[in-house]
């Protein structure tokens, strides 16, 4: 289901054809990276990847309804609301945004930007900063090639400063090793761009949907790190090859988090005509889903993009994506 939105769309800015061709739209990457109010600001690009039919789209529709609540961007330069506490706004409100949907059918393969941009000054530094969404299609799914999975995952983690990976109801092992051969793909990329860095990526967040196991791990950021921490424990007793995997993903990324959300109730999980609103999800999953996007998203915890330490500006991270796309073109 997809509602029309007042200022923005989503964009393919890359997409995989049925004849397995990379297509890139850099009309559109160049309206929205060397937009005048972009190309001089430093950059946070968000990002969220995994199984298709997860509620990935739905999610970020919420982190979109928070954005335009707490900031301005191109397409509304206006002041954003008043009451900002109330972002979640009214309860019979259909979403819009991303495209989302029940049922089995996947959407095409690629990369999805959201074609306006969300402004902001830090109030500590005075600096501008850009904050960008993307939105990925057809990761695990079964009609993706693992070539074109790990192609779209290396990418997504090369592009963005924060990075959801999607999963539904625990990290299983199979997860780990391919999040493990992605992340390899990744580095290998950047190391044409940036060396060797340390740790050349920066916030990845497991965000588990449907935990039923409150009482070993709380809903939440904080019951979600400890699982996490339990999930990457090295164990000394350990096959190698899952000892190797755990440290692997450790030292590929300078923050590994996660959150644990509840069910969203029958209707948002099962209804094929729901529309999004907030008044018929569960009140336990509201109240995770509004943590974690303000944890995420207000103007104190968001990322900037760093490559070899540096901030890049919307113009330079416009450089950056082309030669990565170019890159995975061949
Ligand atoms: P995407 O393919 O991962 O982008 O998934 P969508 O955002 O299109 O959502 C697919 C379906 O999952 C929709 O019917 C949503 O209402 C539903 N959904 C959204 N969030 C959740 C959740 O946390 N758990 C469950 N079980 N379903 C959800
Ligand atoms: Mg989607």
Not at 35 to 63: M, P, T, W
Not at 191 to 202: L, R, V
Not at 245 to 271: D, H, M, W
Request: hydrophobic share 35%; with cysteine; net charge negative.
């Amino acid at each position: 289901m997809s509602h029309d939105h007042p200022y923005g769309k989503p964009v393919e800015v890359l997409k995989f054809t049925d004849t397995k061709q990379v297509v890139v739209d850099k009309a559109e990457l160049e309206k929205m990276f060397d937009h005048q109010e972009v190309k001089n600001r430093k950059v946070v690009v968000f990002s969220i990847i995994g199984a298709f039919r997860r509620g990935k789209s739905f999610f970020l529709d919420y982190c979109l309804r928070f954005l335009y609540s707490h900031y301005p961007s191109i397409n509304n330069p206006n002041n954003p609301l008043d009451n900002q506490q109330d972002w979640m706004g009214n309860g019979e409100e259909p979403l819009s945004g991303f495209t989302w949907r029940s049922g089995t059918k996947r959407d095409t393969t690629g990369i999805i930007m959201w074609s306006d941009v969300f402004l902001h000054t830090l109030e500590l530094t005075g600096e501008k900063i850009a904050i960008i969404v993307m939105d990925t299609q057809g990761l695990f799914d079964n009609e993706t090639s693992p070539a074109e999975n790990s192609r779209i995952f290396a990418l997504g983690t090369l592009i963005s400063s924060i990075q959801v990976l999607n999963l539904s109801s625990i990290i299983q092992e199979d997860q780990l090793q391919y999040l493990q051969f992605a992340t390899e793909f990744a580095r290998f990329a950047a190391a044409d761009s940036q060396g060797q860095a340390e740790k050349p990526f920066q916030n990845l967040l497991f965000l588990i949907r449907d935990w039923s196991n409150p009482d070993e791990f709380e809903f939440g950021t904080e019951g979600g790190d400890h699982y996490l921490k339990d999930v990457l424990k090295v164990k000394s007793d350990q096959k190698p090859e899952l000892r190797s995997v755990r440290q692997f993903i450790s030292s590929s990324f300078e923050n590994i988090n996660c959150c644990l959300l509840p069910y969203p109730g029958k209707t948002v999980a099962r209804v094929k005509t729901y529309d999004g609103r907030w008044s018929k999800m569960d009140e336990e999953f509201k109240e995770e889903l509004q943590k974690v996007i303000e944890h995420l998203l207000l103007p104190n915890n968001v990322i900037l993009k760093k490559i070899n330490s540096k901030d890049l500006k919307g113009s330079e991270m416009k450089e950056y994506i082309d030669s990565y796309f170019q890159l995975f073109q061949s």
